[in-house]
């Protein structure tokens, strides 16, 4: 799904990606009179020239364990994890965004997402109001941490299969 609006100095083209914030994002968006395109996570047929093409990332280790809380904690961590990587799931698809989409102007952080969108609305000319909250999120139990999660071994196939996307993206490999 794509979301549009338009600043004084560019056109915002947000592109919502999956367990990373984009609800949030979206909302205000949306609350600020921009407007939505395709459906959730769907494709925007055409970017607007000069657009500020932007999107929001999240540590692929921490996308694991909010999938796996989302799920209901059924199996274990390590069980989860391997079912996940052996399966065909599109939110750690290595570089499945990019694909879609290719280059992107700019690249939001789940970790500093108020900041980022900070520095967003300052770049297309947009008034800067905090985040709307998504109404739906549950805050993670904190003893779910990377650390807690991935012992070496996990930390290691997760490394192999998205060092290079968690490289491009700003996170490096942990």
């Keep these: 799904m794509a979301y549009i609006f338009e600043g004084k100095n560019h056109v915002l083209v947000y592109l ?26 769907g494709l925007l047929d055409v970017i ?9 990332v999240r540590n692929h280790f921490d996308v694991l364990i909010s999938f796996w809380c989302k799920d209901g904690c059924k199996i274990s961590f390590d069980d ?35 900041h980022e969108w900070d520095q967003i609305c300052l770049l297309c000319g947009i008034p800067q109001i905090g985040l709307d909250p998504n109404p739906k999120k549950k ?16 930390t290691s196939i997760v490394t192999e299969r998205y060092g290079k996307e968690l490289e491009r993206i700003g996170y490096g490999v942990t």
């Design 16 to 41: 919502a990606n999956y367990r990373v914030g984009s609800v949030a994002t979206a909302n205000t968006i949306l609350n600020m009179g921009g407007t939505q395109h395709n459906a959730h996570h």
């Design 48 to 56: 607007p020239k000069d657009a500020v093409v932007v999107q929001t």
């Design 80 to 114: 989860y994890v391997q079912i996940v990587l052996d399966g065909n799931h599109e939110f750690l698809q290595p570089d499945a965004f990019y694909e879609r989409y290719g280059e992107w102007n700019y690249i939001m952080q789940y970790d500093t997402l108020q």
């Design 139 to 154: 805050a993670r139990p904190k003893t779910r941490t990377i650390k807690s999660l991935f012992d070496s071994h996990l």
